[in-house]
């Protein structure tokens, strides 16, 4: 038919058969088609970042990527980080997720995937990133709740634990830190 | 959540290919990374029955040095391969540096050159819902007749907001183009018409190849400046390309200023060169010729009130930004940004 395609995506490392519409976006198809409610709708226009995937290792906006043109290509949504680390010999989620999680680097948790991936992307690239790095990588994610400074934190946080690093103080340990040494 | 509207979708692996997809349907148009025309399809702007993705054409991706050392970037290079590109950052420093100010990483992976080079023009009157747009009353641009930013006006005046452009023409760049009538290229100075409904010179039908940079000489220098609110987000409020080129003895041997987001097209500063030519970047002779070639820009550029940002306040910053993004490229620096 028409306007309908039939064709195959690469997602997490697995060949998918698709059947959808040629006018599907990749959020719909990872969403509608697959299941992979992961990367979240926002905007749907380019401008928060909370669809964030990856496509041969590099962050993309799945809401204004034609899903039959990413045909060929490796996808990653958030669902995959998990089993890439456990197949890498990794236990548990990925490292950036459990830093997310410790250190408290959501509120809502809605830009969480597309952060979380555009932070992994970071990390293959350079391993050892600095603050004005993480900025630049997460400049296309918004978050409307964190205020970013602990995901910055966060991303510090897997930092230090994957290079055996003294952990950074974060912004309220330094601040009582501080109060308590004017004490 | 923003469907799009129904089409076919090609995906042709050669240009040979892409040009007898669009040549068959008369109104299929070319995809490129999709960062301008999806939302617009989206917002209903456009809506063809056929669209030819260009992404797996493999010969319109990548940058190269010809033999005359000038630079030929292929259409579906992306602006994040401009931007990190040693080539175009040591002989044409304002272009990568305009592509690494667009938008924010995922788009500069996305959006490629030859997609920047042919942005819609845009306006806040028009990049809108069908239902916003319905509900304000359309303007000319797009189902209705009347301007909404020029009471009474005859023409749109959807402003030129590709950051490539200025810098493009302060190198005095090529486009080619591949139809079913061969190929054919031109000055992208003459690229422009003064119409914001469409102000390009390109037929449905032709697929941009590629961008050629002429070699610039030994002391040439380039900077781009470009104001926005938002860093990741908001296309440009002001931009401005640069280039002065130096003699041997460090003095300016050529001046050019480029402004865009003014109005349909990019503005050339008119008679700038007289006030640089000549003048040694660092003396005080040279900081008196940017100021006047500041105040020189002020006059010639009148921002309308198209898209978001005051009128006023993107008029105030003309010459702030020309200041500035002069003393960059004389100091060899660049971007100029605020965020
Ligand atoms: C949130 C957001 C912020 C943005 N900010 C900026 C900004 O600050 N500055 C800026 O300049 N842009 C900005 N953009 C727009 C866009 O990302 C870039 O301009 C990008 O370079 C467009 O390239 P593309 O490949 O995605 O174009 P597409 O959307 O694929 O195409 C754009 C137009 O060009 C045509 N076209 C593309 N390639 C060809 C070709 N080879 N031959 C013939 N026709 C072709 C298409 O038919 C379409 O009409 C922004 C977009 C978003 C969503
Ligand atoms: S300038 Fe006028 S006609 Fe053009 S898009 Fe804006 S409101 Fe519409
Ligand atoms: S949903 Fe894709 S950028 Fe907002
Ligand atoms: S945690 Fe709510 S948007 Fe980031």
């Not at chain 2, 002989?91 to 788009?107: F, K």
Request: proline share 6%; hydrophobic share 40%.
């Amino acid at each position: 038919m028409r306007g309908m395609g039939e064709y195959q995506l690469e997602v997490n490392g697995d060949t998918q058969p698709v059947s959808a519409p040629d006018h599907w976006t990749l959020l719909e198809v990872l969403r509608y088609r697959l299941g992979l409610t992961g990367s979240k709708q926002g905007c749907d226009k380019g401008d928060c970042g909370a669809c964030t995937v990856l496509v041969d290792g590099k962050p993309v906006l799945a809401c204004l990527t034609l899903a039959r043109a990413s045909e060929g290509r490796a996808i990653t949504t958030i669902e995959g980080l998990m089993p890439a680390h456990l197949r890498a010999g990794g236990t548990g989620a990925d490292p950036l997720q459990q830093a997310f999680d410790r250190c408290g680097a959501l509120q809502c948790g809605f830009c969480q995937p597309g952060m979380i991936l555009s932070a992994r992307a970071l990390l293959d690239r350079c391993p050892q990133p600095s603050r004005e790095d993480m900025r630049d990588a997460l400049s296309g994610n918004l978050c409307r709740c964190t205020g970013y400074t602990q995901i910055f934190e966060a991303i510090e946080s897997a930092v230090a634990e994957k290079l055996q690093l003294q952990p950074k103080l974060r912004s309220w340990e330094a601040q009582r830190a501080a109060k308590e040494s004017t004490r | 959540m923003l469907r799009l509207p129904k089409f076919e979708l090609c995906t042709p692996t050669t240009v040979a290919e892409a040009v007898a997809l669009l040549a068959e349907s008369p109104d299929a148009m070319i995809v490129a990374g999709g960062t301008d025309l999806v939302p617009n399809m989206k917002h209903e702007l456009f809506t063809p029955s056929r669209v030819v993705s260009l992404a797996q054409v493999r010969e319109l991706r990548g940058i190269c040095r010809n033999a005359d050392g000038s630079l030929a970037i292929g259409a579906m290079t992306s602006l994040a391969e401009v931007a990190a590109s040693e080539l175009v950052r040591a002989q044409a420093p304002a272009l990568a540096q305009a592509c690494s100010l667009v938008a924010g990483p995922q788009l500069r992976t996305m959006g490629t050159l030859g997609g920047n080079v042919l942005l819609d023009t845009r306006c806040q009157w028009y990049n809108q819902t069908y239902f916003w747009r319905e509900a304000l009353g359309f303007c000319m641009k797009k189902d209705g007749e009347v301007c909404h930013v020029v009471k009474g006006g005859k023409n749109c005046v959807a402003a030129a907001s590709n950051d490539s452009a200025p810098p493009l023409m302060t190198l005095g760049a090529t486009l080619e183009f591949a139809s079913p009538r061969g190929r054919r290229a031109i000055a992208i100075d003459d690229f422009w018409v003064a119409d914001g409904i469409f102000n390009k010179k390109v037929e449905r039908d032709e697929v941009l190849v590629s961008i050629q940079v002429p070699k610039a000489p030994a002391g040439h220098r380039g900077a781009y400046g470009k104001l926005r609110d938002r860093g990741s987000i908001d296309f440009p409020l002001l931009g401005v390309a640069v280039r002065l080129d130096l003699d041997a003895q460090g003095a300016v041997e050529h001046a050019d200023v480029v402004v865009t987001a003014l109005a349909a097209q990019p503005k050339r500063i008119t008679k700038l060169d007289a006030i640089l030519r000549g003048q040694r970047p660092g003396t005080p002779e040279f900081e008196a010729a940017v100021a006047e070639a500041a105040a020189l820009a002020h006059k010639q550029c009148k921002p309308l009130p198209n898209i978001p940002g005051d009128a006023d306040y993107r008029r105030d910053m003309v010459p702030v930004y020309v200041k500035r993004t002069l003393l960059a490229a004389s100091r060899g620096e660049g971007p100029v940004h605020h965020v």
